[in-house]
C-alpha cells in the first residue's frame, strides 16, 4: 500500500483486554492501510522498565517515576506521530494515564476517538466532548478506521 | 516520480460535479506529481456515517452532529497532510463547510486556491482575498499545479 | 473590573440584524467582564474600503480584493485577540466570510459558538460539530457568557 | 501589586473539598501575586449548565455533551491563560477530567503540579512523572507559589 | 484610551524620509488609539552600535555584523509585539532590510502593508503579493489605520 | 542514498547567473546526498504566469499580483520543506524577494546561508547577521553542504 | 512609564557576583523602561527548595531533582515572559544549567545576550554564536538595553 | 526494517571517548531500528570549518564563531529531526555546548537521556530535572532504547 496513503493511529489505554488485537485483525481483515502503535502493554515491563534498566529504588515513588518517564520516551512520540489517537476506558483501574494521554492529544489538535461502555458516559463527558466519536466496541472503531481511510462506508465483506 | 518531489493537494467544497475527476485526469494527462485527497465525496455515506457506525439517533442535530465528527477525522488529517488546498463553490447549495475549509487552511498558512464562476465573485471576495489564486475552471487549476511542480510555462502537450 | 478577569469575544457574521447590540446589552445587564469586538458592520463601508482608500478599480474583482484584505487586518487580529469566536448564520445571504471566521478560529483552536436557527442545522453540520455549542438567540449566548465568566448558573437578576 | 509580577494559577480537579479556599487563604496570608482561577466548581451548575442554557436533552450522552462542551469554553480559555496548572486527586471519584487537564496542560508546556496522597502514587505515576512536584497537601502548595512568585524560602511570618 | 482596544504598529524601512513622524501626526490628528513603533532611525547611531558599545572591530563586516545584530535585538522584539506591519520602499538604496522585516513579518502571520510609488511596483510584486494593501502615500496608510481600528470610513474630521 | 540522511535545500534569489547550476554540479561531483529545490527561474514564466494561466489584466499591478501570488505556492512550499535556505545577491537589480525569502526563512528558524561579493555586505548587514555565514561563491556554499552533510572536512576529492 | 514600551529580561547564570544588581542599578540610573526577573538567586533556598517543601530525601539525586523542578517552574515561567535573555559564565562552576537557559531560550526564538570574559571565548562559541551579542562587562549590556530600548545611542547622562 | 517504526536520535556532547561508537553497536547487535545522527565529532575539523571554508580571521571570537554557525546548521537540523536527543557529560571540558543542545531540544519538547557519572549529579540537576532519564553508561541507553522501540522488556540476547 502506498506510503502517502497510509494512517497511523495510536491506541492509548486498557491493557488487560485484548481490544488492540482485535482492532489490528479488523485492520487486517479489511486491508486497511493503517499502521498501529502502542504504549507497551506488557505491565510488569512497564512498572518495572525504569529500575529495571536504570538501576533500584528504595523509595517507590522514585522507582514509579523513573519507568513512568521510560515509557513517556516512546508515548510522546508515538502520539506525536499519530494521524488519530484512540483511547480505551474500562471499569476497572483508574487509568489516569489514558485521560492524561486524551488532555495531550487534543492540546496537539489530534482527533480523539474513545471507546467505553455506556455506564462511564458521565465519569468520561469531558473527554468524550473533546473527542471525534465514542465507540462502544472496536467494530465500531474498525467501521470508523475504514470510513475515513477509504472514504466508504459501503457493504462489509 | 521521486517522493521528494511529490505534491499533495486537498480538494474541498462542491460534490455534485465532477471536478475531482477532471483534475486528476490533468494530472495524469501531465504526468504530474501530484497526490489527490478529498472529503467522502458520496454524499449518502458522508450524510449517513455517524449513526451507520455508532447507533441511531433521534434528534436529527446530534445525527448530523455525529457523522460531522467522522467526517472531520479525515478531512482535518488530509488538509494537515496538503501543501495545497484547492476549494470549489457553486451555485447550489450554501457549501459553508468548503468555507470553514478555506479558514482552516489559511490559519495552518496552507496556500489556497479557490475555484468558482465569477458570478460568486463578490459573496466570495474575503475568501478570494486569503487565496493565492481564483481559477474559473479545472483547466486553470490544472496548469496551476503545473506550473508550481514543474516550475515551467511552456505549450501544453 | 480587573483586567486579569476580562473576555474578549469576536462577533463575526450576520450585519443585517441587531444581534451584537443584544448581545452588548445583555453584558452591561448582567455587568459581565467581556469586551465585545466586530469586523466592520457597516455594509457600505466595508464594500467599499479598498478602493475608498487605495484608489478605484474598474474590475469588481479587485474593487473586492482591496476591500476584503483591509477588513482582514481587522478581522485577523481580532480573532487572534478574543478568547472565544461566535458566529451567527442566518438565512439571508451565503455568509461565506462567517463560515472561513469559523474554520479560521477552530484551527487556532479558539473556543467557537454558532447562532443559528434549527432549518440550517443539516447545512451546518461541520461547523457546528466544530463549536462548542449552538445556540438559537442572542439570550443563550448570554447565558454561555454569563456561566463562563462568572463560574455560576444561578438565577438571573 | 504591579501587573508584570503577576501569576496566574489553574486549579483543576476535586471539587468536592476546600482545596482551592485553602491556597487562596494561604495566598492571601503571605500577600502572594498569585491570581487564582478553577473550573466552575458548583456541580449541580457544571453537570447541568448545557441543558439549562442551550434546552434539554433526552439522552443523557448529549446532555453531558452540551454541558461539557461549554465548561470547555472556561477550562481550555483559563489554562490557556495560566502560568502553572495544578491539580488535585481524591480518592473519590474518577477525576478522568482533572488528568486530562493534566495532558492538556503538559502538551501547552505548561508547568503542572498534583496533589495527593501517597495511597494515590503507582495509579498517578505517569501523571506525577509529567509533573513539576508532587505535593501531600495545599500547605506545600503555597510553599511552592510563594518559592517561585518571592524567590525566597526564608521562615513564614 | 482603553488599552483592550489598543493597536501596535511596527514601522519599517525608509530612515530618510519623514514618513513615520507623518503617520504620527495622522494618529494624533485622528485620535487614533494605535501605538508606533519603529526601528533605530539615526542612520549613524544605527550604523555604529556594535562598535559602539561592544568595542571595535578591524573588519568592517564584523562591525556591521555586530551593529546588525544589536539592531535585531529591537527589531525582532518589536515587530514580534506588532498587530501590523507597516514598510516603505522607496527608490533611493536598497533596503533589502526592509524587504526581509516584510518576509519575517508574514511568515509570523502579522498582516502587511507596504508603502512604495507605482515605479517600484514590478520590483516588489512578490511582497506587495504578500501584504494586505500597497499605499501610495502615508495618508493612505492613515485612513487604513482609522479605519482598521475605528471600524468606520465616515468623512474625515 | 537513504531517504534518512538526505538534506533538501532552497535556492532563493539571482536567475540571471548559472550559480543554481554550479552548486547542483558540486552536489552530484561529491555525491552528496542533497535535494536542491527552486523557484521557477524562468523569467519569462515567472512575470507572466499569473496571466498567462488565469486570465489577461490590464493593470500592471495586478498582472503582477497575479503571477506573484502563484508562484508563492511553489516557494512558500519549497521553503517549508528546505533543511537550509540559501539565497544570492548580486549587483543587478533590487531582489527585494530574494530578502523577502530570507526573513521568512529565519521567522521559522530555517538555517540561512547568504551568497554576495564583499561590496554588498553593508546593504546586507542585517540579512547576514540573521545567516548562519557568508558564502562569497558557490564553491564555498558546496563545501558548506558537503561539511554539514558528511561531517568531514577532509581533502576534496 | 508606559506599559507598552515595558521590556522585560531574564538574567541566568552566576549567582556569586553581583552582576544582576550592577544591570539592576544601570536601569534605575538611566531610567530605562526595563522589568528584571532571575532564578532563585540565594543558593542554598535554591539547593534545597525541594526537600525543604515536598519533603525530605534519602538519595542526593532525588533531592536535587525535587528542587531543580520547582526551580524550574521559576525559571521558565520568567524566560517566557522575557524580551531578552541575558546569561553570564564566569570562571568558577561549571554553570551547565546556565548553557541549558540559553539553549532553552534560543529554541523559543528569544534574543540572547551573553557575558563572560575573553578567556571563555572558545568554550562558549557555540552559544555566542547563537546569541546577539556578547557583552564583556555589565556596562555594556546596559548600553545595549539603552540603545535597544530608548533607540539612541547618545552621550549618557 | 519499516521506515514507519524507525526512530532517529541525536547524540550530543563529548567527542573523546567512544559513546556513540558503543551505542551504535549496541542498536546493530539487537538489531534496533534506530538511525543515529550526531554533530561533527572530528575536533578539528569541528573548531577551523568556518575559516576552512569561508576564509581566514585574525580574531580568534570570530574564527569561532564562523565556525560554530556553520556546525549549527547541521546539529539544528539534526536535533529538529530526532525524536529522543542523548547528551553525554564527561568530567573533561566545560561542554556548554551539550548543555545549550539539552536546552534547546526541551524547547522543542523532545524526550532527552543524559548519561554521566554521579558525580556530576549536582552540577548537571537542572538538565538531569529536565531529562527523561539519567543513564551512568552507554549500556543503559541501549536498553532505554531497546526497550522503547520494541516495546518489550524481555531477557538480552
Redesign the interface.
Given at each position: 500500500m502506498e506510503?502517502?496513503n497510509?494512517?497511523?493511529i495510536y491506541l492509548s489505554g486498557e491493557i488487560h483486554t485484548d481490544w488492540r488485537a482485535e482492532i489490528q485483525e479488523g485492520i487486517n481483515r479489511h486491508q486497511l492501510n493503517v499502521?498501529v502503535t502502542?504504549?507497551?502493554?506488557?505491565h510488569q515491563?512497564s512498572d518495572?522498565?525504569?529500575v529495571?534498566?536504570?538501576?533500584n529504588?528504595?523509595?517507590?515513588?522514585?522507582k514509579?517515576?523513573?519507568?513512568?518517564?521510560?515509557?513517556?520516551?516512546?508515548?510522546?512520540?508515538m502520539i506525536g506521530r499519530a494521524?488519530?489517537v484512540i483511547v480505551r476506558?474500562g471499569e476497572q483501574?483508574?487509568?489516569?494515564?489514558?485521560?492524561?494521554?486524551?488532555?495531550?492529544?487534543?492540546?496537539?489538535?489530534k482527533?480523539l476517538?474513545t471507546i467505553h461502555e455506556?455506564v462511564l458516559?458521565?465519569?468520561?463527558?469531558?473527554?468524550?466532548?473533546?473527542?471525534?466519536?465514542?465507540?462502544?466496541c472496536t467494530e465500531?472503531v474498525i467501521?470508523?478506521l475504514r470510513?475515513?481511510?477509504l472514504?466508504?462506508?459501503?457493504q462489509k465483506p
Open positions: 506510503i502517502r497510509a494512517w497511523t499502521h502502542s504504549p507497551v502493554t506488557d515491563a518495572h522498565c525504569g529495571d534498566i536504570l538501576g529504588e528504595d523509595v517507590p515513588y522514585w514509579d517515576h523513573k519507568g513512568a518517564l521510560i515509557n513517556r520516551i516512546r508515548n510522546q512520540t494521524d488519530v476506558f483501574y483508574r487509568q489516569w494515564n489514558a485521560a492524561f494521554d486524551a488532555g495531550y492529544a487534543i492540546a496537539l489538535s482527533p476517538i455506556a458516559d458521565h465519569a468520561l463527558k469531558e473527554i468524550d466532548a473533546a473527542s471525534y466519536g465514542t465507540a462502544r465500531q467501521d470508523i470510513y475515513v481511510t472514504a466508504t462506508n459501503s
